[in-house]
C-alpha cells in the first residue's frame, strides 16, 4: 500500500529524514507542515474531503472530483489549486491526483508554555 504521512516538522526534522535517506534509510512518502496552524490553513474541511474523494482513485478530472464532493466545480478548482501549491496533490496531464492509497496523519500537542 502507498501511504503518504502528513506531519508537523521542523525543519531540523525534515532535514534529519533527508540525510537519512540520502544514506540509505527508507523513509516512505512525507509532507511536512512547519506548524499546526499551516497544516489547518491548508487541510480545510473541504479540501480534507476533496484528498479523501481522491485516494486511491487515480488521475481526475476537477469535474470529477467536484461530483464526488457533492460541490460546485468553480469552489473545488480554487481548493486543488491550493493543494497543489502545497504540493499536496499534483497535475496530471489534464487531470489531477492524489497518488497515494492511504493517509496518516502525525503531529502531537503538548500543554502550552
Do not use: C
Not at 492509497?101 to 503531529?107: C, Q, S
Request: aromatic fraction near 6%.
Amino acid at each position: 500500500m502507498n501511504i503518504v504521512t502528513l506531519s508537523v516538522a521542523s525543519r531540523d526534522d525534515v532535514t534529519r529524514r533527508a540525510l537519512a535517506a540520502f544514506g540509505g534509510e527508507a523513509q516512505g512518502a512525507h509532507h511536512s507542515f512547519a506548524s499546526p496552524d499551516l497544516l489547518w490553513q491548508t487541510l480545510t474541511r473541504k479540501r480534507w474531503d476533496l484528498i479523501q474523494a481522491m485516494t486511491g482513485q487515480g488521475v481526475m478530472s476537477i469535474r470529477e472530483a467536484a461530483r464526488r464532493v457533492g460541490r460546485d466545480m468553480k469552489a473545488v478548482h480554487g481548493d486543488v489549486q491550493a493543494l497543489i501549491g502545497a504540493g499536496v496533490i499534483h497535475k496530471e496531464g489534464r487531470g489531477i491526483v492524489f497518488p497515494y492509497d492511504g493517509v496518516h496523519v502525525d503531529f502531537m500537542l503538548t500543554k502550552a508554555a
